[in-house]
């Protein structure tokens, strides 16, 4: 448990230090691929993008997006996130079926841009946005 609490302690350090020294400057996101595992025609969903989640290891991750030519200052509301992560052993759902798209989502930032997203602790893999 130590090494998972210094992981997480280590992760949030360098997340809040990489938040502070950006705070002065507006930079576009850069294009990126999909990857492998996106998948069109996610379910929309509130801000539990996996179903039936735990009581514990439940990641809350929370962000902005803002207009590049107010310099950021200025939230964009019902923005698209399309949201989607492997479970805890790193499998991805399939979307084959209704009940097969666990962990994924489009979720819309609310009307100053904000978003706020509960998941699980992401276990091998990572969490992929596509805005």
Known sequence: MPVILFVLVSFILSIHQQVRSQSSTCTL??????????????????????DNLPTFDVLILTGRIVDFDSKCKRGIKNVNLDVWQANYNGVYSSGRSSNDWFCRGVLHSDDNGYFKIFTLFPGRKFIAFRI
């Open 29 to 50: 996101t850069e294009p990126d691929i999909l990857g492998p595992y996106w998948l069109d025609g996610a379910p929309k969903k509130t801000d539990d993008l996996c």
